[in-house]
């Protein structure tokens, strides 16, 4: 892409400002551009170039000083609370945030570690890529059981914007035809390993209320016309993501939307350009732009436009809104309702069990699948829930052969037992829930009264914790998936419960905070992600949702983001906004 597309100081009224360069930044940027709109997209870290910067991808580990093994002295100083993700290592560090210059509080004896990704792109570089669409189970759920706000949408809403986000991203998986798992535009699934297929016939045999299915991800396996004009081809299975993707075979702005908005010749990037606040007009009820610190020297701008759209993430988006504090708003931008800053929820991955598979000793698997196996949840309505809490827990899944780096562990000396390093072990299958955290007003984030950051920015203060109800459904799950197991004829079963070491944020899947709502009394948003308060302005990244159901978010952030889009695009039009 052209230097042209970056920018420093503008005193253009741009159509659109895109805060955020993430998942639904990249989408909003490419919807508006594409509708013909002059967009502006600020991000608040550096450039990331497609495959120039990805500078750990194709490295062996033993290309790194510590085998990828990040510095002790480097985590303890910029990285405590960012090396507890999957993703973190040192051929993977550039994308994480510096914590140095990134602090937060939180309440004590509570914790949330929040996962930061600052760059072109954000977390669409580093996401695990499991993508599902949501069920009208998960938008009911809050009615059904009186736990949260009633969600304004159902799934006839967004079911054809899942379609033209998936179309377009390129989503794997299999059609399955399940009430809680509404199936999407697909690309064929990642193959099943032999033990898995096994195991899958002995799961549908004994369980068939409960299928397993092959993950749903963002990745090519057979890419359409429309995927290779964007300049991806097929995903390779190296199972490296994280280290960014020359190939573009998963989805990430970099390989997808960005190079789409910036074919329109109507997109301008702002890199370094850390979002202090809105510029709200008391007398027309608008924003008119946001107000800047450069990332850098730390000098401050702003920038204009008719329409604003915050994609900053969950927490970066209610940042700003409670930051912008106005003679209409003390408490913060679109907060007449008091609930911005509440309900932060995540989801809960803190139970599991695996056993040992006999057999299969002339079979392996070819590459590195990037996705595993996936039981969706089966207590998807109250009349399935536990008696002991409310809702319920997917299960992901994988069957693995042990290789030398569990062997090296077994007692042994000589030649033979060299030898032995060099073939692979016996078969395990595991399993680990993906439970779904309740919508608890007291779940909160708020701007800490006396701390600031580097930029002089109050600190986010965050107040969250697993309730009963999701210690409760872990225990549960443990249980469930160590009977399953032993029933389907694995040895050794060994089952795990560890949410205390597995607190709110480390999911990375942190949504509430400016929820949606028919009732401007109770919620910051409408149906289409504009805030109820101020006409010009939405939000439709996590930050929007009323509940986290058991699916990975991403998906649905995508289709929201496009359907406000349109939404704002008529609005404007029409000239209501």
């Given at each position: 892409m052209s230097e042209e597309l970056y920018i420093h100081e503008s005193s253009e009224e741009y159509d659109a400002i895109v805060v955020g360069s993430g998942i639904s930044g990249g989408w909003a940027a490419k919807e508006f551009c594409e509708r013909g709109f002059n967009t502006l997209m600020i991000e608040r870290g550096r450039v990331v170039k497609h495959r120039e910067d990805y500078i750990?991808?194709?490295?062996?580990?033993w290309e790194f000083p510590n085998r990828t093994k990040v510095d002790n002295l480097l985590v303890e100083e910029q990285h405590k609370v960012q090396k507890q993700c999957y993703a973190f290592t040192d051929a993977t560090k550039h994308f994480f945030g510096n914590d140095k210059d990134l602090p937060y509080s939180r309440e004590e004896g509570k914790r949330f570690e929040w996962i930061r990704a600052n760059q072109l792109g954000g977390k669409s570089l580093l996401w695990h890529r499991q993508s599902y669409r949501l069920s009208d189970y998960d938008f009911g759920?809050?009615?059904?059981?009186?736990?949260?706000?009633?969600?304004?949408?159902?799934?006839?809403d967004l079911q054809k914007w899942y379609s033209h986000v998936e179309k377009h991203a390129g989503i794997s998986g299999s059609k399955e035809n399940l009430p809680q798992l509404p199936d999407s535009e697909f690309l064929p699934p990642f193959e099943m390993s032999k033990p898995e297929i096994e195991l899958k016939k002995r799961f549908d045999k004994l369980y068939p209320e409960r299928p397993i299915i092959m993950g749903r991800t963002a990745h090519l396996t057979k890419p359409s016309t429309l995927h290779m004009q964007q300049g991806r081809v097929q995903c390779q299975a190296r199972n490296e993501c994280q280290k960014g993707c020359s190939f573009g075979a998963y989805f990430s702005t970099q390989s997808s939307t960005l190079p789409a908005a910036a074919k329109t010749n109507n997109?301008?990037?702002a890199p370094n350009s850390v979002v202090h606040s809105l510029i709200y007009d008391e007398k027309t009820k608008r924003v008119k732009g946001v107000r800047v610190i450069d990332n850098n020297d730390l000098t401050t701008r702003e920038y204009y436009a008719k329409v604003v759209f915050l994609c900053a993430s969950t927490l970066g988006s209610t940042q700003i809104l409670l930051n912008t504090k106005t003679k209409s708003f003390p408490n913060g931008l679109a907060n007449s309702s008091g609930v911005l800053g509440h309900y932060l929820m995540d989801h809960n991955y803190g139970a599991g069990a695996g056993g040992r598979l006999e057999g299969f000793e002339d079979e392996y698997y070819s590459g590195r699948r990037p996705t595993g196996l996936y039981m969706p949840n089966f207590r998807f309505e109250p009349s399935r829930y536990s008696k002991k809490y409310l809702r319920g827990f997917a299960l992901g899944a994988g069957a693995q052969r042990s290789n030398w780096q569990g062997i090296r562990y077994q007692k042994g000396v000589g030649a033979d037992?060299?030898?032995?390093?060099t073939r692979p072990g016996g078969w395990s299958f595991g399993m680990y829930a993906q439970g779904e955290m309740l919508p608890r007003y007291e779940n909160q984030v708020s701007l800490h009264p006396t701390k600031t950051d580097k930029w002089g920015m109050p600190q986010l203060h965050i107040n969250c914790e697993w309730s009963k109800n999701e210690m409760d459904m872990m225990h549960d799950a443990a249980d469930i998936a160590a009977e399953m197991l032993t029933n389907i004829g694995l040895k050794d079963v060994t089952s795990r419960v560890n949410y205390k070491d597995n607190p709110p944020g480390l999911q990375i899947h942190e949504v509430g905070t400016a929820r949606m709502g028919r009732d401007p009394k109770d919620s910051v948003l409408n149906s289409y992600n504009q805030t109820h308060d101020v006409a010009n302005l939405f939000v439709t990244d996590g930050s929007s949702f009323c509940s986290t159901s058991t699916q990975n978010p991403s998906l649905t952030f995508m289709a929201l983001t496009a359907r406000a889009v349109d939404y704002c695009v008529n609005e404007m039009k029409n000239k209501r906004i």
């Open positions: 750990g991808e194709g490295k062996g580990p759920a809050n009615k059904a059981d009186g736990h949260g706000n009633d969600w304004p949408i159902r799934y006839n997109l301008s990037i037992f060299k030898d032995k390093l």
